[in-house]
């Protein structure tokens, strides 16, 4: 910790010269009395005992929140020696807020007494919470000197984005071999009827359909479509980002792919996910609770990180994008490297559904109102018009979803065709 | 209440010039002050809690000048702790501005400053009494000798006040804090 003086010693000088010059001037010595005090209060902040040793601890109520929870800090202070007064100030991160007591507070310790600092904090945007613990400034006698150091803590919250259920994902076109929700086209072990044929040497007797026997003579059994899953891999676009800090594009896109995640997930799917961005990023797709877990972590840290060099999705090894994958791909499509990137897998025959976050509602809302802006506004809408058909002439699936309206009801409009070749 | 504190300190800074010489001149300079350090108690502004002091010292002064009365040790005495008691409220009101501050925290300093004020108060009478015992050993002097003199140890003392607060505190021990972390499992 280290010690000097603060500026209100520059005040007491002031005061102590003007008494002592004024007393010279006019040879009255009540003025050189009036100077005795600050000088003894100017000596006394200098005369300092031992260091009183404090220990500090920081703990966090949680270590992973949603956007919008709450976290409480607990500091405990103890000192071996009195403190006559301490200063503990926790800086806050960007999109953090108090919601319950203040981050920052003053206390006085007896020797050996505890005390327990409590304060809640409001998450309000998707980000890694990083709580390094507080500044703690003692005081000296009067104010006149100060002493400060920095408690260290490796707090990390992370702050998940908020999702919400969704009912209608957009259906994978293929499945692969585990058991899931999906019924696939082969026949086999399931629940949903499929084509009826004679009996053979087998068959079990439960799938002998009695009204088919009955009809046409000889034993007939009813074939069944295997239920199976898919895998699903999150393409997300960092490349650029538009809108105010916590209300972005990628926040809103990472929003959604949480959102999708979470909704694959629930339906036995494999999910994996692609930051597509200044670092690619991924997480091989898998499946459970686990992976889920997995993916909102990558997803707190996606962000924009500049870079001019093109990355091309070739460089993600075929296990982490499966060719019978369903991609989607949640970009903006303001960058024309992603959507080079997106038009070459639909070229190379990956399923594909573009989610086009609209950058227009978070420019807004970066800008602020106007009717200049309403005009840009509305110009741009237009504007992006242009190059989404274009895509959509060329064979890519896109749903188009502001960011601000839940992802399902734009998701509901989509009507998928069939698969189609696609001109690069 | 760390306001009312401040302005109850101010109200006597004011106070005192006018109780020597309630003229004109006086009576500006102690408004002045009032008005500038009731601003810098309301705003928690130290600096202008400190011209409000400089203020109502030349109103002091400028009184003393004008009245001319015999040396009153005591009201100078008050005049000097009610200087530090301003300056020490207003620097901690704006220091634990927007804070969690316990009542007990502001009792303790209270104490504390007392305590000091206390101890001023001691060293002012003490240097009274010296004053009072040195006087007659200089009744025979020179007057350019007596300004010399007090010139002299009046620049002392500033030199004296300045080289405390120029010179720094000495080195923590490299053990002197602890910290400690601990995260829920």
């Known amino acids: 910790m280290s010690w000097g003086p603060t500026a209100l010693n520059l005040s007491f000088l002031t005061l102590v010269g003007w008494a002592l010059f004024l007393g010279v001037l006019t040879g009255r010595a009540e003025l050189f009395v009036v100077a005795i005090p600050p000088v003894v209060a100017l000596a006394l902040a200098r005369r300092q005992g031992p260091t009183p040793a404090l220990t500090v601890t920081h703990e966090v109520s949680e270590e992973r929140l949603i956007e919008d929870e709450h976290v409480t800090v607990t500091v405990t202070l103890r000192a071996d020696v009195a403190v006559p007064l301490v200063e503990l100030l926790e800086p806050l991160p960007a999109r953090v807020t108090v919601v319950e007591g203040s981050h920052h507070a003053f206390f006085t310790l007896r020797a050996g007494e505890t005390v327990r600092w409590r304060f809640t904090l409001r998450c309000a945007g998707r980000q890694r919470l990083r709580l390094g613990g507080p500044h703690v400034r003692q005081w000296g006698p009067l104010g006149l000197a100060a002493g400060e150091a920095r408690y260290r803590a490796s707090h990390a919250v992370a702050v998940y984005p908020q999702f919400s259920a969704l009912r209608h994902p957009p259906r994978p076109g293929r499945t692969q071999t585990s058991v899931g929700n999906y019924v696939s086209p082969a026949q086999g072990e399931g629940i949903e009827p499929g084509d009826i044929r004679p009996f053979a040497p087998g068959d079990q007797v439960r799938h002998v359909n009695w009204r088919a026997t009955l009809r046409l003579g000889p034993l007939h059994v009813t074939q069944h479509h295997r239920e199976r899953n898919a895998d699903v891999v999150l393409l997300l676009d960092t490349l650029s980002e538009v809108g105010p800090a916590g209300a972005t594009v990628v926040d809103a896109a990472a929003r959604a792919a949480a959102d999708l995640a979470a909704a694959y997930l629930a339906r036995k799917d494999r999910v994996g996910l692609i930051e597509y961005g200044g670092q690619l990023r991924w997480v091989r797709p898998g499946s459970g609770r686990a992976q889920l877990q997995r993916v909102l972590d990558t997803l707190v840290d996606a962000s924009v990180v500049f870079t001019y060099v093109t990355r091309d999705v070739d460089l993600v090894p075929p296990r982490i994008l499966p060719p019978q994958a369903l991609v989607l791909a949640l970009s903006p499509l303001l960058d024309p490297r992603f959507v080079r990137a997106v038009t070459d897998l639909a070229a190379r025959g990956f399923d594909l559904v573009v989610v086009a976050v609209s950058p227009v509602a978070a420019a807004r809302a970066a800008v602020g109102g106007g009717r200049v802006a309403d005009a840009a506004a509305r110009l741009w809408a237009v504007e992006r018009r242009g190059p989404i058909d274009e895509l959509r002439r060329r064979g890519l699936t896109i749903v188009e979803w502001d960011g601000v309206e839940p992802l399902d009801a734009a998701l509901a409009t989509l009507r998928r065709p069939r698969q189609r070749r696609v001109l690069a | ?185």
Not at chain 2, 6 to 20: D, K
Not at chain 2, 48 to 54: E, K, S
């Open chain 2, 1 to 185: 209440m760390l306001r009312l504190a401040a302005i109850l300190a101010l109200v006597v800074l004011v106070a005192l010039p006018l109780s020597v010489w309630p003229a004109a001149p006086v009576t500006w300079l102690a408004g002045a002050a009032l008005v500038v350090g009731s601003a810098g108690a309301l705003a928690l502004a130290v600096a202008l809690t400190t011209v409000a002091a400089v203020l109502a010292l030349l109103a002091y002064t400028v009184a003393l000048l004008t009245a001319r009365p015999a040396a009153e040790p005591a009201s100078a005495m008050v005049f000097g702790a009610a200087l530090v008691l301003l300056l020490a409220v207003v620097h901690l009101g704006a220091a634990v501005r927007g804070a969690v501050l316990e009542p007990v925290v502001i009792a303790r300093q209270a104490r504390a400053w007392l305590t000091i004020v206390a101890l001023g108060l001691v060293a002012a009478t003490a240097g009274v009494v010296g004053g009072a015992v040195l006087g007659p050993a200089l009744a025979g002097m020179a007057l350019p000798m007596v300004v010399i003199a007090a010139a002299l140890g009046a620049a002392l003392t500033m030199a004296g006040v300045s080289a405390l607060m120029i010179t720094r505190g000495a080195p923590p021990a490299p053990d002197d804090t602890r910290h400690a972390s601990r995260g829920t499992p």
